[in-house]
T-cell receptor
Framework: DVKVTQSSRYLVKRTGEKVFLECVQD?????MFWYRQDPGLGLRLIYF???????EKGDIPEGYSVSREKKERFSLILESASTNQTSMYLC?????????????FGPGTRLTVT | AQKITQTQPGMFVQEKEAVTLDCTYD???????LFWYKQPSSGEMIFLIY??????QNATEGRYSLNFQKARKSANLVISASQLGDSAMYFC????????????FGTGTSLTVIP
């Protein structure tokens, strides 16, 4: 079974703190993704990575950065957390097989910035 | 333009009845995949069903079926014999063959099954 794990289910941080969200997958997937989910807005792509050290901006990259030093691990970094980054963060991974393969999701991290 | 549109923010269905959740998509690719995910209140996203653009038959997985109408660019999810455990958010998504790396999600439909 594919497993995607995220470092925390719930996280509370203060404004201005640097925040690291970690995601690990165990199925040798090339592609990894970070989304944020807000009510009524669905899933919005922050960044994705299709290979080690490769990354591409998604729809809402502002205020975020990412790191992929190893194939199985994809980190999302909030350089200076702000209250408008309070949200649910979902990590996902998939094989690079054109349009054929689904994404597998982690359990999500509910981040609150106070 | 929105790649995936789900026009039903919320739906109610009686237990044991069937329900259809709407999804329309927009792409100029010939090769693409359509996916439905379920998200219970616990938050995890569960993959339900996949339809490829070249598949001639509608996809089915147990009580889930996908009503694929290519000319209309619609990919509606049909849940038969609804159960209380089907109450959740449902998301439609698309992956294009040309880009391959990105998935496009709709805004979701909240389904409530009434006993």
């Amino acid at each position: 079974d594919v497993k995607v794990t995220q470092s925390s289910r719930y996280l509370v941080k203060r404004t201005g703190e640097k925040v690291f969200l970690e995601c690990v997958q165990d199925m040798d997937h090339e592609n990894m993704f970070w989304y944020r989910q807000d009510p009524g807005l669905g899933l919005r792509l922050i960044y994705f990575s299709y290979d080690v050290k490769m990354k591409e901006k998604g729809d809402i990259p502002e205020g975020y950065s990412v790191s992929r030093e190893k194939k199985e691990r994809f980190s999302l970094i909030l350089e200076s957390a702000s209250t408008n980054q309070t949200s649910m963060y979902l990590c996902a991974s998939t094989l690079n097989l054109g349009s054929l393969y689904e994404q597998y999701f982690g359990p999500g991290t509910r981040l609150t910035v106070t | 333009a929105q790649k995936i549109t789900q026009t039903q923010p919320g739906m109610f269905v009686q237990e044991k009845e069937a329900v259809t959740l709407d999804c329309t998509y927009d792409t100029s690719d010939q090769s693409y995949g359509l996916f439905w995910y379920k998200q219970p209140s616990s938050g995890e996203m569960i993959f339900l069903i996949y339809q490829g653009s070249y598949d001639e038959q509608n996809a089915t997985e147990g009580r889930y079926s996908l009503n694929f109408q290519k000319a209309r660019k619609s990919a509606n999810l049909v849940i038969s014999a609804s159960q209380l455990g089907d109450s959740a958010m449902y998301f439609c998504a698309m992956r294009e063959g040309s880009t391959g790396n990105q998935f496009y999600f709709g805004t979701g439909t909240s389904l409530t099954v009434i006993p």
